[in-house]
């Protein structure tokens, strides 16, 4: 069989796994199996270019970076819903319809309402060419690299009765198993956690790295049909039709006889749709009948053939059986409410399955913090109400208080002192939240800090994990990150610990069996070659996340620098302010963790970025000073300084008189600009930049 024939054999296997895995909910083969395939697509793939379909499974994989995301105006306009949340208006929108149809005989298709982003896709002879954000309805963003990786998409249809070009219309969503592994590791890497499901999945639609885009479980579902060319006469034919080329289409839609139905399909979606894996918040009714739609119209911002029903939050009383206090790795203290449903009052906390609450079972709650507490002024025992209302950590909205029993009088008061180490908490001016100081000490966040170095964003050692380091942390093997680099093979040989998860009642056996320690070494050994941004951020330095860590990492270039950096210095880099400043200050001011940053130096750990060589290109730029600063269109900061340096110009930290230029991007901080205009400082724009050194080349 010729490269060109495996490759697309190769390619329509894959492409039925996937559609039998992510449309039907059947698995062929294993995962590693299909791996397998995978891998010997790219390679053939990459030994054979020319023989690569645009539609090739591996495109699903990501890869591409994109700057900007273009602008495109949309061929048929992507116009909102009228909503209501009563099943008044529902009635008072079907009495319109009546009207507007003279009475002519109508039916509807009742559809469940996704909670995500709208999206479009156009296919041109079968094939994905395009995929855009709704935008403001009338244009939006080219966003085709990242709904490449949506793996129930297709990225080519056949079938009969297909038009040449025709667009199609879904909901962008993030499922709740997604979205919890998300802020997982969001919360590891030091990032603030997404807010509930949509805003997860809007802002990773939106990313520059298809490639992350791809490892975020993305999923649609498709809900309209458009061509220039008339298909189809109703609605329902039309998502029938795209069942039938591979789309994926929105689970339990109806075609109803009138708005008694409609009313029914509604309720009977209440609570039914709590147990769907993803976030839902209403119901979409259309006409469904394509003349009558045209014969209905528009409003300027809406149809008038269509409405959405928007479900209340769900919201429902729990009993407060306790409440306990999470320290997290930088030391904020968290108050978390251990619940029950009023049926298990009685029961022992081992035993209650909680409050069924939007499709799972909720036994704790988030108390946010003493202000909180404080506004609630709740008590234990007492009948408190629960709401999700989207979002995946459970909330306490109120109390009951005519449920309560006349002998609870005493509120719940946060504690002075950390629930872990009995160390004073603090709360910074500004800060809502208490935080316990002791960050070498407390186990918490120690253990905390170690399960940070090691997240794959930081070290990526991915042979430890949340568990192993409970354990050699208990056996006083591993009290700071450098203690990793201490380990030897009789130090973990043997080792075994069952550990109890309080929420599941089940038991866990760890054990550090021969090749489980091989494999930690080996990981530990590894970690060594992680760049020096990886280093940084795997400290742990409150406020310093991932992307902080780069631009701090990029801009002093070493440990030393950095260490040695003052206030002014630090707010000089682009987009540190004073909050960050001052945290990396404290930092470093404690003995113990220069001790340990500089224990993670003599272990080999990556302490400076790697000089990229520079190229000489000329000297026009001899005896000019330069400050970058801000978002560029069409390079990275570095390749800027490296740009200067190559043409004999000199990159400074920070403005002053003696500098020459200022080259400002977008988003720069503002201080810096003004300081720049104080001292006479000559401001470019990258376009300034760029024409400077094309007149030099003249």
Known sequence: MSPEQQIQELSAKIERYNFQYYQQNESEISDFEFDQLMAKLKSLEERYPEYSLPDSPTHRVGGTVTKNFETVFHIYPMLSLDNTYNEEEIRSFDERVRKG??????????????????????????????????????????????????????????????????????????????????????????????????????????????????????DCYLYAFLSDEPIFDSHSKSLEALQSWGFKVSPGYRRVDNIDQVIDYIHEWEEKRLTLPLATDGIVI??????????????????????????????????????????????AVTPVANLCDLTERNLPYGKVKGVQLSGTRVKRATLHNANELERLEIRLGDTVFVEKSGEIIPKITGVDVSQRDFFLTEAIVFPSECPECGTQLQRNEGEVAYFCPNETACPPQVKGRIEHFIHRKAMDISSLGEGKIELLYDLG?????????????????????????????????????????????????????????????????????????????????????????DYEQL???????????????????????????HALKEAGLQMQTADLPVVIEGDSLSG????ISGVFENYERDELKSKIEANGGKVLSGVSGKLNYLLAGANMGPSKLEKARKLGVTILSEEDFVQMLQAAVR
């Open 286 to 331: 259309k006409v469904n009948a394509l003349e009558q739609q045209q014969e209905l119209g528009y409003t300027a911002k809406s149809p008038r053939w269509a409405i959405s029903y928007k479900y209340k939050a769900e919201n429902k009383p729990a009993i407060l059986r306790a409440v306990h206090y999470q320290v997290g790795r930088t030391g």
């Open 101 to 218: 149809l003279d009475g002519a005989p109508y039916e509807y298709i009742c559809e469940l309402k996704f909670d995500g982003i709208s999206l479009s896709f156009t296919y041109e002879n079968g094939r994905l060419v395009r995929g855009v954000t709704r935008g403001d309805g009338t244009r939006g963003d080219d966003i085709t690299h990242n709904v490449r990786t949506i793996r129930s998409l297709p990225l080519s249809v056949k079938g009969t009765n297909i038009p040449s070009r025709f667009e199609v219309r879904g909901e962008g969503f993030m499922p709740y198993r997604s979205f919890e592994k998300l802020n997982e590791q969001m919360d590891l890497m030091g990032e603030n956690p997404y807010a509930n499901p949509r805003n997860a999945a809007s802002g990773s639609f939106k990313l520059q790295d298809s490639a992350e885009a791809s490892k975020r479980g993305l």
């Open 571 to 597: 707010t000089a880099v682009p987009e540190i302010g004073g909050r960050i400043a001052q945290s990396v200050l404290d930092y470093f001011a404690n003995p113990i963790n220069l001790a340990m940053v």
């Open 477 to 565: 093997l591993v009290r700071t990150p450098a203690d990793l680099y201490t380990l030897q093979p009789q130090h973990l040989l043997g080792l075994e610990k069952n550990i109890f998860n309080e929420e599941t009642g089940k038991t866990k056996k760890i054990s550090f069996r021969e090749k489980t320690v091989e494999n930690i070494l080996k990981g530990i050994r590894k970690s060594k070659e992680a760049p020096f941004k990886n280093v940084l951020f795997g400290l742990g330095i409150r406020f310093v996340g991932a992307t902080v860590a780069e631009k701090l990492s990029n801009y002093f270039r070493n440990l030393e620098a950095l260490i040695a950096a």
């Open 624 to 627: 000019k000073t330069f400050v």
